[in-house]
T-cell receptor, first 115, second 117 residues
Framework: AQSVTQLDSQVPVFEEAPVELRCNYS??????LFWYVQYPNQGLQLLLK??????LVKGINGFEAEFNKSQTSFHLRKPSVHISDTAEYFC?????????????FGKGTTLSVSS | DTEVTQTPKHLVMGMTNKKSLKCEQH?????MYWYKQKAKKPPELMFV???????INESVPSRFSPECPNSSLLNLHLHALQPEDSALYLC????????????????FGEGSWLTVV
């Protein structure tokens, strides 16, 4: 069975500071990994995804994530955050064995950016 | 263009009402999903349709009834709901319901906010 653990439930940070949102996964098979963002009162938007190949993945809005197989991690980073990055961030995994795609989500990390 | 459209955006219904949530995508995706999300929680999978057939039902109560009239449309019929069913209902779609070579990204709509009174 697969699972996702987001290590921080809340991350407060000042504007223009760097941020890292941590995500660890557990799986006995190869996986695909995703980060989604949910702005207040909105649906989920895909930030970036790791399918294969380069372990450093670049996404939208200046975010990037690094897949680390030995650490079973997929941490999300941004070098300089904006107030508008305040949102809920979900790490998710899907089964790459071809059985089903449905995502397994972590519990989410609330990023709060203040001036 | 990755877009999943959901209507209505907000719905208030009584416990004896019958209502429906609607979802549409024109990306040629053959898998469509319903997720339920409570406040401050991650989305929880309810149903998966693959090629217009129900492939996964995550033990959802029968007061929720999904329907997939064609490959672009997905409905969620609601009847005799309880106040605890109040939540954000998210529709999503992907190329198909197996991960496959593409990674099969799931794209979400903006959601329908449901309040049961």
């Amino acid at each position: 069975a697969q699972s996702v653990t987001q290590l921080d439930s809340q991350v407060p940070v000042f504007e223009e500071a760097p941020v890292e949102l941590r995500c660890n996964y557990s799986s006995s098979v190869s996986v695909y990994l995703f980060w989604y963002v949910q702005y207040p009162n909105q649906g989920l938007q895909l930030l970036l995804k790791y399918l294969s190949g380069s372990t450093l993945v670049k996404g939208i809005n200046g975010f990037e994530a690094e897949f680390n197989k030995s650490q079973t991690s997929f941490h999300l980073r941004k070098p300089s955050v904006h107030i508008s990055d305040t949102a809920e961030y979900f790490c998710a995994v899907s089964d790459s064995t071809g059985i089903r795609t449905a995502l397994i989500f972590g519990k989410g990390t609330t990023l709060s950016v203040s001036s | 263009d990755t877009e999943v459209t959901q209507t209505p955006k907000h719905l208030v219904m009584g416990m004896t009402n019958k209502k429906s949530l609607k979802c549409e995508q024109h990306m040629g995706h053959r898998a469509m999903y319903w997720y339920k999300q409570k406040a401050k929680k991650p989305p929880e999978l309810m149903f998966v349709y693959s090629y217009e057939k129900l492939s996964i039902n995550e033990s959802v109560p029968s007061r929720f009834s999904p329907e997939c009239p064609n490959s672009s449309l997905l409905n969620l019929h609601l009847h005799a709901l309880q106040p605890e069913d109040s939540a954000l209902y998210l529709c999503a779609s992907s190329q198909d319901s197996t991960a496959g070579r593409s990674g099969n990204t799931i794209y979400f709509g903006e959601g329908s906010w449901l309040t049961v009174v």
